[in-house]
Antibody
Framework: EVQLVESGGGLVQPGGSLRLSCAASGFTFSSYAMTWVRQAPEKGLEWVSAISGSGGNTYYADSVKGRFTISRDNSKNTVYLQMNSLRAEDAAVYYC??????????WGQGTLVTVSS | DIVMTQTPLSSPVTLGQPASISCRSSQSLVHSDGNTYLSWLQQRPGQPLRLLIYKISNRFSGVPDRFSGSGAGTDFTLKISRVEAEDVGVYYCMQATQFPRTFGQGTKVEIK
């Protein structure tokens, strides 16, 4: 059974940093691209970032480019999202998803990020 | 960026009746490899996101056959043939033909 479990969310002050993790199991992790999407309270889904199976290709939404960094450790079956210079508008539930070839098949339960002083 | 526009944004449906959601993209979703990377996702209260349909019309593993997808180019549709209580939630179309990936605004399906 495929499982994706996000962690690392919490309360952070504006300008602060957080690192989100997504631990994967139940599939050959290194063969699949991974993505992060977020959902602000009472809002729709917003794509944030993606990384190829090897980690060699990364992609970002303009809203986070230069502040967020996606990475993966295939030996630990884990993908990360390093979030720096956090703003109020980054507050959201962050979901990781796994997939490839233009489809994200499985998703985690999400981790909540709150940005407030 | 490709803009995804869903209609309606809210769909009250009687149990056992059909429901239909439209998704239109601002440009063709046909990839250079010939595939069209249009997916439909379901978000039920308290549940993780769930892939229902990928590449326009392919049902994902475990998805009931009352869900079907159709369309081409820039116009796509998700249909639920007979709505059940467990189908209540928000449905999103998503394009993965190009970066940045983009979602529709979401359509809330609720029971009348």
């Amino acid at each position: 059974e495929v499982q994706l479990v996000e962690s690392g969310g919490g309360l952070v002050q504006p300008g602060g940093s957080l690192r989100l993790s997504c631990a994967a199991s139940g599939f050959t992790f290194s063969s699949y691209a991974m993505t992060w999407v977020r959902q602000a309270p009472e809002k729709g889904l917003e794509w944030v970032s993606a990384i190829s199976g090897s980690g060699g290709n990364t992609y970002y939404a303009d809203s986070v480019k230069g502040r967020f960094t996606i990475s993966r450790d295939n030996s630990k079956n884990t993908v990360y999202l390093q979030m720096n210079s956090l703003r109020a508008e980054d507050a959201a539930v962050y979901y990781c998803g796994s997939g490839g070839s233009g489809t994200y098949y499985n998703w985690g339960q999400g981790t909540l990020v709150t940005v407030s002083s | 960026d490709i803009v995804m526009t869903q209609t309606p944004l809210s769909s009250p449906v009687t149990l056992g009746q059909p429901a239909s959601i439209s998704c239109r993209s601002s440009q063709s979703l046909v990839h250079s490899d010939g595939n069209t990377y249009l997916s439909w996702l379901q978000q039920r209260p308290g549940q993780p996101l769930r892939l229902l349909i990928y590449k326009i019309s392919n049902r994902f593993s475990g998805v009931p056959d009352r869900f079907s997808g159709s369309g081409a180019g820039t116009d796509f549709t998700l249909k639920i043939s007979r709505v059940e209580a467990e189908d209540v939630g928000v449905y999103y179309c998503m394009q993965a033909t190009q970066f940045p990936r983009t979602f529709g605004q979401g359509t809330k399906v609720e029971i009348k």
